[in-house]
């Protein structure tokens, strides 16, 4: 069955999607997104965003337990490999990029209300220069706790208790594909937390532990060539091999899909 659009409570309307195989991606702007958040924690209703990029989704088509986990989240879209989807399928692309990297900053400085923020994920050393860069640079959000992202699965349920115990608004969950997404969905019953977001790499780039493309190099669509320069051996497989294989699996969808109504 294909992906369609989807309502939101939260929003209370109807928000636009593209489907990628079973995936509905939804169509939203900046904007749109930090009004989600904002209405999911004035609200405490659960919100479980998982930002996907090319790679994301065809770990996904690999693997039907990473799927069903993405399919129990609020999905949104990364990079010109997803956007290049949408233009296949729909014949056009994404209103905007809403990378993690770009869209957690932009709900930080426009969300009309203070947060408490608890950080999980990365080395110790990245995620306590990230907490230090989001209370300087967003003095009116709190960082209320934080944590690396090593961990073993008998510490889960005090890690949980501890995420908990400082009432988090907002949970930022930076361990990359597909175990941040399969935390988030797994450990949801015993998160008081109303917002969980997958962000990636997020905590490298504030930390300053990995340096950004430069802003015409990212206006390109080229972030992903510049990142695979900086580190060819870990990113060889995702970007080499996995570009055309994204592509061949979107070929695959357009061609099954004849004859059905986007």
Known sequence: MLARDFESE???????????????????????????????VQKRQNLDIA????????????DPR??????????????????????LLREEPFPENLNGTDLIPRILANIGIPLRIYLLGAKEEQV????????????????????????ASDELDSLCQGINEAKPDLLLVAMGNPRQETFI????????VPVAIGVGAL??????????????????GLEW??????????????????????????????????????
Request: with cysteine; net charge positive; proline share 3%.
């Open 10 to 40: 939260l929003l209370g309307c109807r928000i636009e999607a593209t489907a990628i195989g079973p995936f509905a991606i939804g169509r939203l702007r900046s904007r749109d997104a930090i009004q989600l958040v904002e209405a999911a």
């Open 51 to 62: 930002i996907c990029n090319a790679h994301t989704l065809l770990s996904a088509m690999d």
């Open 66 to 87: 990473y799927a069903a986990t993405l399919q129990k989240m609020t999905l949104l879209n990364d990079g010109i490999g997803i956007s290049l989807a949408s233009k």
């Open 128 to 151: 306590r220069l990230a907490k230090e860069h989001i209370e300087t640079a967003y003095p009116k959000h709190q960082v209320v706790g934080y944590r690396d992202g090593y961990f």
């Open 185 to 192: 969905v797994e450990n949801r019953s015993a998160l008081a």
């Open 203 to 220: 905590f490298d780039f504030m930390s300053g532990a990995v340096v950004r493309a430069p802003k015409i190099v990212q206006a390109a």
């Open 225 to 262: 060539l510049f990142r695979l320069l900086q580190e060819p051996r870990r990113l060889f497989r995702r970007y080499v091999i996995g570009i055309p294989r994204f592509l061949f699996a979107l070929m695959k969808i357009r061609f099954s899909r004849s004859g059905v109504s986007r």
